[in-house]
């Protein structure tokens, strides 16, 4: 058993603190503009930004760039000509993968039943979402959201579909305007979170990961969900497909809570801590009723709406609380 460091610590503490005394606004285009010099370098070091991202949050006039910092999709050391000679390069790579999946399409239905499969998935997963605003205002096209998913599952041989990509990449189809903008900003977020949306890769260690948090944090509770409550933490694997979106009422919310995850601040895999802490919000009722694993899943899945930065500060000191313990080395390497 070791600790995690004292000073991973102390930034948890901070972290937690500054978000549970005093909600700062988000950074606005101003402030942005503001971080770069007459080059277009970043002139604030990248955690100086990570951390104001962490406690404040972004202005949504802001993500369709700050979210390209965070993913990889632009170097933190690049300049405002460089970014554009990326943009460029990122697109005429769209373009081509786009001319390949055309040519190489009749050969994947006629010789890959998965693919048909596939894209019968995509398809009866894409009518049924809803693509209105609360005016009735068409949000998204459709057409161009399936290609980017059939695209996206063709080049990506590490992430391929599952059901809830459709509502993700429809995040990234709504807050950038182009769709080579879309696919790539797609496929480096599924980089930087380490696939750990993804089932056949990362959700089953999030899941481990978070009955050991718990072992740790919440012996009382870790006994209950280990006997009466006995399989209700593999049940919520949906959290981690997608990434929790079904817990907020807005998507400003949900690009909260990513942009935040992208940071790895406070920590690396930072939703484990978030999943752990919308339990905390069941565990009560839970203990108090004596709850079965069903009726705990019943539960958590009636977790919705919720507010994001309390969701954030919890998590925040929900990790300040776990660098005091004595912890496995796994999961201390898990955080770091």
């Known amino acids: 058993m070791t600790t995690l460091s004292p000073e991973n610590s102390l930034s948890a503490r901070q972290s937690a603190s500054f978000i549970l005394v005093k909600r700062k606004p988000p950074i606005d285009k101003t402030e942005w503009d503001g971080f770069f010099d007459e080059n277009g370098h970043l002139a604030k070091s990248r955690d100086f930004i990570c ?21 990889g999709y632009y170097s933190w050391q690049s300049s405002q000509d460089e970014r554009l000679m990326v943009d460029s390069t990122r697109r005429k790579n769209y373009e081509a993968l786009c001319q390949m999946y055309e040519k190489i399409q009749p050969l994947l239905e006629n010789l890959h039943r998965n693919f048909i499969e596939t894209r019968n998935n995509i398809a009866y997963d894409i009518q049924k979402l809803y693509d209105k605003d609360p005016l009735g205002n068409v949000l998204i096209d459709k057409k161009r959201l399936e290609k980017l998913l059939l695209l996206s599952y063709v080049c990506n041989t590490q992430a391929e579909y599952q059901q809830g990509f459709h509502e993700m990449v429809m995040l990234f189809q709504l807050m950038v305007e182009h769709d080579h903008e879309t696919f790539w900003l797609f496929q480096f977020f599924l980089q930087k979170t380490e696939h750990s949306c993804v089932i056949s890769i990362g959700v089953g260690k999030n899941l481990g990961m978070l009955n050991n948090v718990i072992n740790v944090l919440d012996p009382v509770f870790a006994e209950h969900l280990k006997g009466k409550g006995a399989g ?4 919520l694997f949906p959290w981690f497909c997608l990434y929790f979106q ?56 009636n977790l919705i709406d919720l507010d994001v930065a309390e969701l954030v500060s ?21 955080f770091l």
């Open 246 to 301: 079904r817990a907020f009422k807005s998507f400003d919310d949900v690009w909260r809570l990513w942009e935040v995850l992208l940071t790895g601040k406070p920590c690396r895999n930072f939703q484990v801590l978030v999943a752990y802490s919308m339990l905390q919000m069941v565990r009560k009722q839970v203990l108090q009723e004596s709850m079965t694993g069903d009726d705990i899943l019943l539960a958590c899945n």
């Open 232 to 235: 209700a933490v593999q049940s």
């Open 51 to 71: 951390v104001n991202i962490l406690e404040r949050g972004l202005h949504p006039f802001v993500r369709p760039e700050a979210w390209k910092f965070l993913t």
């Open 314 to 334: 919890a998590a925040c000191t929900a990790y300040a609380e776990l660098v005091q313990k004595d912890v496995p080395q796994p999961l201390k390497d898990f």
